[in-house]
T-cell receptor, first 114, second 116 residues
Framework: GDSVTQMEGPVTLSEEAFLTINCTYTATGYPSLFWYVQYPGEGLQLLLKATKADDKGSNKGFEATYRKETTSFHLEKGSVQVSDSAVYFCALRGVVANDYKLSFGAGTTVTVRA | DGGITQSPKYLFRKEGQNVTLSCEQNLNHDAMYWYRQDPGQGLRLIYYSQIVNDFQKGDIAEGYSVSREKKESFPLTVTSAQKNPTAFYLC???????????????FGNGTRLTVT
């Protein structure tokens, strides 16, 4: 079945450092890919998404490119801030018609220090 | 403002008791989901419902039950049969269709259940 593998955390960075969180997936066809962010004590919020190969999703300085050849969707940000401290989840939606559930990775905890 | 409301935020129960977690949405979304979140395991799907009066088991449905009598409500009951019920429970919803990849999931702020 569909699955998502994320790099394990926790990740600790200094402010203005470069952030990469690796995400690879296993799925048939061309799934849709998502990054969600969870701030302490809250639910998840959509950060960005990509729905076809070579699409680049971007939001709030974060980017991720849908790479079909490497089945990857790595999240990057060039200069992190303390406010980026959160848990980040990579997720996949399969290609079955009318099936909108997501499969999530284990989450990566990111802490940014001033 | 539209959104998903989960209540209560914190819930404490004694072992052997059933407990029901509330999830209400005013987004007019067709599909609703319950996920369980445990440290280091990400989110695992418990149950989901794509239309009123219909629902399907997710990956870890044992020990849980749901109902979907109204479009806006999808309560989750954690029964005494659930071996490790202490966790953070998240409810989500989506419109479904709406273009490539479908519309995103919208999440509530979760209920933290502690069973002792």
């Amino acid at each position: 079945g569909d699955s998502v593998t994320q790099m394990e955390g926790p990740v600790t960075l200094s402010e203005e450092a470069f952030l990469t969180i690796n995400c690879t997936y296993t799925a048939t066809g061309y799934p849709s890919l998502f990054w969600y962010v969870q701030y302490p004590g809250e639910g998840l919020q959509l950060l960005l998404k990509a729905t076809k190969a070579d699409d680049k999703g971007s939001n709030k300085g974060f980017e991720a490119t849908y790479r079909k050849e490497t089945t990857s969707f790595h999240l990057e940000k060039g200069s992190v801030q303390v406010s980026d401290s959160a848990v980040y989840f990579c997720a996949l939606r399969g290609v079955v018609a009318n099936d909108y559930k997501l499969s999530f990775g284990a989450g990566t905890t990111v802490t940014v220090r001033a | 403002d539209g959104g998903i409301t989960q209540s209560p935020k914190y819930l404490f129960r004694k072992e052997g008791q059933n407990v029901t977690l509330s999830c209400e949405q005013n987004l007019n979304h067709d599909a609703m989901y319950w996920y369980r979140q445990d440290p280091g395991q990400g989110l695992r799907l418990i149950y989901y419902s794509q239309i009123v009066n219909d629902f399907q088991k997710g990956d870890i449905a044992e020990g849980y039950s749901v109902s979907r009598e109204k479009k806006e409500s999808f309560p989750l009951t954690v029964t005494s049969a659930q071996k490790n019920p202490t966790a953070f429970y998240l409810c989500a919803s989506t419109m479904g269709g709406q273009g490539p990849g479908g519309s995103p999931l919208h999440f509530g702020n979760g209920t933290r259940l502690t069973v002792t």
